[in-house]
């Protein structure tokens, strides 16, 4: 078997999927497996524990499935921690349990994604250069500090780098990195320039853990020593039918983009009922509708923005939306699919027991295109969106791609 070179942790399927898409925009090989079995060899492997909105309780054993599922093939020479740009989830339990299991006595933490406007200063998280917990992603937090975020009910120490250190190129930060005594050294960083000073500072030390969202990954693989070593995946299977798209999110910037793509052309459907489990009937009556739709050789997109709000947990929103889009009639209508959302793309996949994604590339920086990797839909492409991600017209362009570009 072929170790990859470089494994990504993810905590949900989308993240996997705009981290590891940066590597294979590249060239390199890269899949996301979506069950326990060994992947495919890859260049790079990417993996999500799907903590993101679990219980405390259940990370251990989710993280710990992902960590050895990520050595199957072979241990990897680097390895990378995914987190949320808005430090969404678990993340410093995980970047804990990640350096004990894996022995990383040091961790580089560059959280920050400027192509979404989402930078680090003075070790502070900021939204549009607002503080985070002063924004809709911040929802529910006290702080703003990367570092307090971090520490939450771990015990590891932590230092920051400031943007003066950054700014004063790579030998400056990796004199920095050298002289530290803390486990997590939180890096600010303002602009794609910013990472990349981080990445050529701390490329050459395999014995940190790299540590971030997107933006820090699409750096290091301009500056990791990988190369493409494993055949291609398969090529696309191109069509011109319809694209469906779900959208299983209500972040703001999601509701935009659909407003946005309206005018092209597409269809939009909501559900008239999202507070409760749908009945067979409705999932049969919202099914129809969507296929109706395609049938006219419109794209169309399911979502549930713009419905009251539910009191249903979002993975099962999700998994009913899945419900309404995999029927079989509706899949022998569509030429791609666009999910936006990882409750929504894990459990589209689930239901068409999709093994595995092969990530292709990116549609613009941070939304990644794939091929489904088995299933009725075997070699289809797809994009994946995270809920919050994207310029308002990201609908118009990640269609225009599916339909003409992913060829190229």
Known sequence: MTAPQLVVLADDLTGAADTGGAFAQAGLVTAIPLCDAAAPAV?????SSECRDCDECDIEDL????????????????????????????????LAMTMDVRQFERAIVAPALPSESRTTVDGHALVDG???????????????SIQQRLRTKTSLTFEEIPLGVVRAGPAA???RVGAATSQCLIVDAETDEDLLTIAKAVSADEHLLLVGSAGFAAALM?????????????????SSKPILTVAGTRHEATATQIEAAKSSGPAVIRPEDVDKRWTPLQLHELSDRVAS??????DTILTITGCPWSALPGHQLADQLAAVAVRSDILNLIGGMILTGGDVAAAVCSRLDVDFLWLKGE???AIPWATLGSGPL????????????????????????LRNDCAH
């Open 43 to 47: 260049d790079v492997l990417a993996l």
């Open 63 to 94: 993280l710990l499935s992902t960590l050895r599922q990520a050595v199957m093939n072979g241990p990897p020479a680097r390895w990378y921690k995914k987190i949320d740009s808005a430090l969404r989830g678990h993340p410093g339990i995980e």
């Open 130 to 144: 607002v503080p985070l917990h002063r924004t809709s992603l911040g929802t529910g937090m006290s702080t703003s």
């Open 173 to 175: 930060v990796s004199l």
């Open 222 to 238: 301009k500056t990791l020593p990988l190369v493409s070593s494993v055949p291609a995946s398969p090529p696309p299977l191109l």
């Open 293 to 298: 739709s395609l049938r006219q050789g419109t």
């Open 363 to 365: 549609v613009i920086p």
């Open 378 to 401: 075997s070699n289809t492409p797809i994009v994946t969106k995270a809920g919050s991600f994207g310029p308002d017209l990201t609908f118009v362009q990640a269609s225009r791609f």
